[in-house]
């Protein structure tokens, strides 16, 4: 379906968003924005849907299946779509809708399993797990099929239905998705809202919502828990981190500059797990901003749909703002700029790969989360120090150890204060793993058979053994 008829697709009314191109800075689009009176009638849809959802296992198996080959199908057009509204290289979008086809079949084949429990009493008790009913689904715009999918797949997987509301920058690609879906789903079982605040809120706090699951700011994240509170809704949070690479002594700084590079600036460092902060060896320290920074000064950046871009603009304006703010406040601290550190010149929200040296180990560049392409490497003269760094922020998210010695980086990973550490790589996951962090990174497990669980409630059966 063509954008321009998708955005004015029946049942779109009232306000419309203009969708900006962030490699233009231009409204190529728009999009519908519902207001929040309009969610009743579409939860009410999304229980009536529930009723026969729930209730038939095999026929939601195939039904997921047939969604991830229409996916897959599709992706000539979601692809994109993707990349027009949200920036990132064509190749990443392809991969994005690659990945959320891949989780839709992973999650149709998985199932809950039953457990007895045998406790020395003639009595033969049964845990099943039932679905929870309506759930809502709050999106980002940073990977907005992804994420999207990464809620709705266990979440229709375990026979509950869903209302996702994606970001107003990036709602084109999700609703194409919803359109894809749609035509081998049933109706009201993933229904795509767009629309600014207080949409978003209303949905969190809407009493016949069972289950909210967000991906975005602490902040946000803080009101849509309070929200939830309001029905007794249970929430899962993925808040983001501030993820730290610590290199050891034996690192081959050669061999794995180009990982850690693209650890960091893939899709532009708008990733929440992407290495937010190097710690490197005093003595390795030089060669470790040179290696990055060369990289970052070869690194080809351009329009997203431009086959030859590595790396493209930040996704929209707000966000190169405060990536701006951020750097300019780290260099006024005395940061030097080993590459980048400014605005590229021309339309569009581009902002050169950014390696700064010399930080002061308190500038917001180090202890928040800058989300964009802009990587502070700090010096370390004692590993336990470096340790204690990396672990001194309100974030628990992930974080890597890079050395030759993989026993020794193994344990210096497992002093690390997150979710998931990875030794000599980063931001990897598989769809059967749990995915979830500490302190104000979140609240939940996404991810794998937890994923599912966290969809489901548990229903138990008593009945006297037989004589």
């Not at 808040?239 to 061999?255: F, K, Q, S």
């Not at 204690?388 to 010695?405: H, Q």
């Amino acid at each position: 379906m063509p954008t321009s008829q998708l955005s004015r697709a029946p049942g779109s009314s009232g306000e419309r968003i203009p969708v900006l191109d962030p490699a233009t800075g231009e409204a190529f689009d728009e999009a519908p924005g519902r207001q929040p009176d309009e969610l009743d009638a579409v939860v009410d849809r999304a229980h009536e849907a529930w009723r026969s959802w729930r209730a038939d296992p095999a026929a939601r198996t195939g039904a997921l299946l047939a969604a991830a080959d229409a996916v897959e199908g599709a992706g000539g057009d979601l692809a994109p779509l993707l990349t027009r509204e949200q920036g990132k290289p064509l190749s990443e979008s392809y991969a994005e809708v690659a990945r959320t086809a891949a989780r839709l079949r992973y999650f149709a084949e998985l199932k809950p399993g039953t457990r007895s429990i045998t406790d020395g009493r003639p009595v033969h008790s049964e845990i099943r797990w039932r679905s929870l009913g309506p759930v809502a689904a709050i999106v980002p715009w940073n990977f907005p099929l992804q994420l999207a999918s990464a809620k709705f797949a266990p979440a229709l997987a375990a026979g509950n239905t869903m209302v996702l509301k994606p970001s107003p920058f990036t709602p084109l690609a999700t609703r194409m998705l919803g359109s894809v879906l749609s035509a081998v789903l049933p109706e009201g079982v993933l229904t795509i809202v767009t629309g600014r605040e207080p949409l978003g809120a209303r949905l969190a706090s809407h009493p016949g919502i069972r289950h909210v699951t967000f991906t975005g700011s602490v902040p946000t994240g803080r009101a849509v828990a309070g929200g939830a509170a309001a029905s007794l809704a249970r929430v899962t949070l993925e808040l983001g981190g501030n993820d730290a690479a610590i290199l050891l002594e034996d690192v081959d700084v050669g061999r794995i500059a180009e990982r850690l590079f693209w650890a960091a600036f893939r899709n532009c460092g708008q990733v929440c797990m992407a290495v937010k902060r190097v710690y490197a060896p005093a003595r390795l320290y030089s060669q470790v901003v040179e290696a990055l920074a060369h990289r970052a000064k070869t690194a080809i950046v351009g329009p997203g749909l431009d086959p030859r871009s590595e790396l493209g603009p930040l996704s929209n304006a707000p966000q190169l703002a405060r990536v701006e703010r951020c750097t300019a406040r780290a260099m006024a601290a005395g940061a030097r700029a080993a590459a980048g550190g400014h605005r590229l010149e021309g339309p569009g929200y581009f902002f050169a790969p950014t390696v700064l040296a010399d930080v002061p180990p308190r500038a917001p560049v180090v202890t928040e989360e800058q989300f964009g392409p802009v990587l502070p490497v700090l010096p370390y003269e004692d590993l336990d120090e470096a340790v204690e760094a990396a672990n001194d922020t309100g974030f628990g998210l992930g974080g890597s150890v890079w050395g030759t010695d993989l026993d020794r980086a193994e344990a210096v990973a497992g002093r690390l204060e997150c979710g998931t550490a990875w030794i000599n790589h980063h931001a990897e996951l598989s769809l059967a793993q749990p995915f979830a962090g500490i302190k104000e990174s979140g609240v939940g497990v996404a991810g794998g058979p937890w994923g599912l669980y966290g969809n489901l409630r548990p229903f138990v059966v008593h009945r006297p053994q037989e004589a």
